[in-house]
């Protein structure tokens, strides 16, 4: 029998050795050993855990578990105490550590909005050095940076970081490479330049030129990719299609067999309720059958009008056109966009089957309308038009696809709702993408003092900012009565405002200073550009009878050789204007829905002499023609992103919200007549 090593105590108690010497180890009064931290790897505890491992740890292994903090800080929002961290680092840092260093502090940069920053630091980064799990975020950062701005470089990005990723973030990278690609230009796109090994980014434009050929058809566009599949089996997209490209596939036409007309019959919006019931009826019932171009196009001077007994050739219609020759006869399946993409043209229709009852907003409210239109059968609601009822569309819920005549100031996406409105926000957005395209990069808006004008002054300047703007300076001016004094004393007006505050994507919307969370103001919140500044370009919201007094105060002020870029709403433009008043606009740009910028002369013939020469019932009656055709490509404009209608108040498109976008038509003043800006 084997012996056991025993320990014998004074008190005659026998203690095995192994216990004892557990016992010592015990009292010893060491510290257990902090778990070494992997920089290289995932950082998805808390910022609690990483400090306390920071504050235990040897100085050997501090600094890493310093860096593990600061991303976790940064993921928790905890930006002061994650950059008061990061500048608490050692001097004395390895390569791997001055890596985790730059990449983190690019990411700081982000999640502060100095996104400059954060891009210069990007681009000193060696990406071949970094681990797999580094790499992912190094790419991240690259595309957060670029702030939601499509590029060559921000799309390799999101290739190169789609192998790192797991299976739900590799679905949001194919979503986000699409997202990129679809906002390119033609011009971006005829400009890349790409590496004969870049196969995966070769099969993605692939793909986006296949869909912008065929988007217009599902079936079609279901067999090119089918095929591209068969050449990319590679490509990412090979095997989950983007998310909007597979709802393209899916797609399914609503219904316009019985459509329900909400309208405001009685009461003060009624004449308004009219218009755009004449223009929806003559769009259903095939009279309007000319397809509208997204450009209008000049003719000689002594061309017929829209008025043919007029002299002046500028009559009735922003641009004269040829009675012989009528710009509508462009060849529809040739149009394209500014940008020379392909757009859907109005195809002229033949009368509808469908049925059209119309019900009376004034006299029922909303929601019991809803609940009988759908009892009715109704398949589709277009309509309401008052803003109070429209406002109603969200608190509601109706399972009927809705095209609403205008929209909410807080818009929410519903799946079955889309919003349509000849809104001047719309125009002013539309505006601001114009002078930017014109090279222009300090603009004032004049505005009306009041609501309208600075409604009109924050979409351009939130427009603006997404183009790569600063700040938009806006000078507020009164009556008709005001500025006559003005002109009268030999006041002119000078090239001064106060900034628009918009919160951009590149500051932070507030500012947190001693506990009190304050809005926080732009970057040149300070700064007022005079008339000897940086103004380059005027926006001028006004009517014709304020325009004719601004423009020569401008004048008077700037002289009429300053080189400024003069630009001015559709609520300054009034058909029928004679060719003094267009000699003393010369050089001013305006812009206008396609109908009255001369873009189907007949059918302004016939809406002009239906409304007296009315041209604000005018734009409500091609408001009502381009209702009737949305509803008829509802299913498009609510599921397929990048669908775009040419239509009788601009080329339609919608945005994620599947609010109706409208790029309208510019003109110019010139030499006492109006001719198209090409």
Same mark, same amino acid.
């Given at each position: 029998m084997l012996s056991s090593l025993i320990v014998r105590t004074k008190s005659g108690r026998i203690i095995p050795v192994v216990l004892a010497a557990m016992l010592m180890a015990a009292c010893s009064g060491q510290a257990p050993q902090t778990p070494a931290a992997n920089i290289q790897a995932e950082a998805s505890a808390s910022s609690e855990y990483y400090l306390q491992q920071m504050q235990q740890s040897s100085d050997d292994n501090k600094a890493d578990w310093q860096l593990l903090a600061i991303r976790s800080l940064i993921r928790e929002g905890k930006l002061p105490q994650a950059a008061e961290l990061l500048g608490k680092l050692p001097q004395e840092l390895t390569d791997v550590q001055r890596q985790e260093q730059q990449l983190v502090s690019a990411e700081l940069s982000i999640a502060q909005k100095n996104m400059p920053n954060a891009s210069a630091i990007l681009a $000193?980064?060696?990406?071949? %050095?970094l681990s797999n799990s580094q790499k992912a975020r190094y790419y991240q950062a690259v595309i957060d940076a670029s702030q939601g701005k499509a590029s060559l470089p921000v799309i390799r990005a999101y290739i190169a970081q789609e192998p790192l990723l797991n299976d739900k973030q590799r679905l949001q990278n194919i979503n986000g490479t699409w997202a990129a690609l679809t906002q390119l230009t033609q011009a971006d796109l005829n400009s890349l330049v790409i590496n004969a090994d870049e196969n995966i980014l070769q099969g993605w434009l692939d793909l986006l030129r296949l869909y912008q050929d065929n988007k217009q058809d599902p079936s079609l566009l279901k067999a090119a990719i089918k095929d591209w599949q068969t050449r990319y089996p590679n490509n990412p997209a090979s095997k989950v299609l983007p998310t909007a490209l597979d709802n393209v596939l899916n797609f399914k036409q609503a219904s316009t067999s019985s459509v329900a007309l909400l309208l405001p019959l009685n009461g003060q919006a009624q004449v308004f309720a009219n218009a755009i019931q004449a223009g929806f009826n003559a769009a259903k019932n095939g009279v309007i059958t000319q397809s509208a171009p997204s450009q209008p196009a000049a003719a000689p001077d002594d061309a017929n009008a829209a008025q043919p007994t007029s002299t002046d050739p500028n009559a009735n219609g922003a641009v004269s056109t040829s009675g012989a020759a009528p710009v509508a006869e462009a060849t529809p399946a040739a149009q394209t966009d500014a940008d020379g993409m392909p757009v859907a043209p109005i195809v002229p229709p033949s009368a509808s089957n469908a049925q059209i009852k119309v019900y009376d907003t004034s006299t029922q409210p909303l929601p019991a309308l809803l609940a009988q239109a759908k009892q009715d059968g109704a398949t589709l609601v277009v309509g309401p038009l008052l803003k109070e009822n429209v406002d109603q569309l969200s608190a509601g819920s109706t399972p009927l696809n809705v095209l609403a005549l205008n929209q909410p100031e807080q818009v929410q996406n519903n799946p079955n709702i889309c919003y349509f409105a000849l809104s001047p926000e719309n125009e002013a957005r539309d505006a601001a993408k114009h002078i930017w395209e014109q090279g222009k990069r300090t603009p004032l808006i004049l505005t009306p003092r009041g %609501?309208? *004008?600075?409604?009109?002054? $924050?979409?351009?300047? =939130?427009?603006?900012?997404q183009l790569g703007g600063s700040t938009v300076l806006q000078q507020g001016f009164g009556s008709t009565g005001e500025l006559r004094q003005s002109i009268n004393g030999g006041t002119g007006i000078r090239m001064t405002g106060q900034p628009v505050m918009v919160a951009s994507a590149s500051q932070p919307q507030s500012v947190t200073i001693a506990g009190? !969370?304050? @809005?926080?103001? @732009?970057? +040149?919140? *300070?700064?007022? &550009? !005079? &008339? /000897?500044g940086k103004v380059d370009a005027v926006y001028i919201i006004a009517t014709p009878a304020e325009l004719t007094l601004i423009k020569p105060m401008i004048d008077l002020a700037n002289g009429s050789? /300053? *080189?400024?870029?003069?630009?001015?709403? /559709?609520? #300054?433009? =009034?058909?029928? #204007?004679? @060719?003094?008043?267009?000699?003393?606009? +010369?050089?001013? =740009?305006? /812009?206008?829905? @396609?109908?009255?910028?001369? %873009?189907?002369p007949a059918l302004l013939q016939q809406a002009a002499s239906q409304f007296k020469n009315d041209y604000s019932l005018v734009r409500l009656y091609a408001m009502g023609a381009d209702a009737w055709v949305l509803a008829n490509h509802f299913s498009q404009m609510r599921q397929i992103g990048g669908f775009q209608l040419n239509g009788s108040t601009g080329v339609l498109s919608a945005d994620s919200n599947c609010v109706i976008n409208r790029k309208l038509p510019w003109l110019q003043y010139r030499a006492g007549s109006i001719v198209p800006m090409q």
């Open positions: $000193k980064l060696n990406v071949d %050095s %609501s309208l *004008g600075d409604r009109v002054a $924050k979409a351009f300047a =939130q427009e603006w900012q009190l !969370t304050i @809005p926080a103001p @732009p970057a +040149d919140a *300070g700064a007022v &550009s !005079t &008339s /000897s050789h /300053s *080189g400024l870029g003069l630009y001015a709403s /559709s609520r #300054s433009y =009034q058909a029928g #204007s004679g @060719p003094d008043f267009r000699l003393e606009m +010369d050089g001013l =740009q305006f /812009s206008d829905i @396609p109908l009255l910028a001369g %873009s189907n």
